[in-house]
């Protein structure tokens, strides 16, 4: 059934929006509300703790940043040390301290036992060495000697001596022994003397820094000549003896 209201407007019932309504309305509000303020307080506060924390963090990088400075200086310094170390190491190994190597030249020498087992001595000492790798020898020690006696085996023992000392733990092996006998001459003391070349050769830096190459001296035996025997020359004037054997 229809139904005409003939009210004037003025009294006309207004239309009202439902309860039910409006309390969804306010409790969607309200809950949206609240989720934008929890999501405002979680960003904004995770926000202020991240920035906290990067500035603690900044701080502690701040306070560490001259000690890393102060490492870094220690670490290059020590390795400009251990670089002059090294260096230093490396002049050490390749030079030989003459002055030692003289002196046991020279106990050598002068134990010969009043020349019963040598008397030798020495002309033109010439000492040489050199650092350049292309070298074929790193160094050289050569002189003129001279054997005080007539008999040629004692040139073979001063060898024999010289190849069993500390000095040559530096130099490679002698040669077998040679020479010529020089001087006969009944007024003089020595009266015969026989003359000989002495030539050495020094190791490379690397073999006199080998332990075990330095002692390859110990235990040798005595110069031989191409038959197993010391060589003996008797004491006629003007002859020579070749390598390894004096001529009779």
């Known amino acids: 059934m229809i139904r005409i ?13 439902p ?3 409006l309390l969804g309305l306010l409790l969607a509000v309200i809950v949206n509300a609240g989720l934008a303020t929890f999501w405002a307080f979680q960003a904004f506060g995770l926000q202020a703790e991240i920035a906290s924390e990067n500035q ?29 170390e090294s260096t230093l190491a490396g002049i050490t190994s390749s030079r030989i ?11 050598v020498v002068n134990r010969g036992g009043n020349g019963q087992r040598h008397l030798v001595w020495l002309d033109d000492l010439q000492v040489a060495q050199t650092t350049d790798p ?7 020690v050569k002189a003129s000697g001279h054997s005080g006696t007539d008999k040629f085996e004692n040139v073979a023992n001063f060898l024999e001596d010289l190849e069993n000392s500390t000095f040559i733990s530096d130099f490679q092996p002698p040669a077998a022994p040679e020479g010529t006998q020089t001087l ?22 690397e073999e006199r820094g080998d332990k075990a190459g330095a002692d390859k001296s110990k235990g040798k035996t005595p110069a031989k000549n191409a038959k197993g025997q010391k060589p003996v020359a008797k004491p ?12 009779k």
């Open 134 to 140: 292309k070298a074929k020898t790193a160094g050289s």
């Open 97 to 107: 301290s003459w002055t030692k190597k003289l002196d046991e030249f020279i106990d």
């Open 236 to 247: 006629d004037a003007a002859k020579t003896a070749p390598a390894g054997e004096a001529k």
């Open 56 to 84: 603690g963090l900044q701080t502690e990088l701040d306070g560490l940043t001259p000690q890393v400075t102060y490492y870094n200086s220690l670490d290059s310094e020590s390795k400009q040390y251990k670089s002059r």
């Open 19 to 21: 309860v039910k309504l």
């Open 5 to 17: 209201n003939l009210l004037p407007e003025e009294y006309r019932k207004q239309a009202r929006t």
């Open 184 to 205: 006969v001459d009944e007024t003089l003391v020595p009266s015969v003397a026989w003359s000989f070349p002495l030539a050495l050769t020094l190791k490379s830096a």
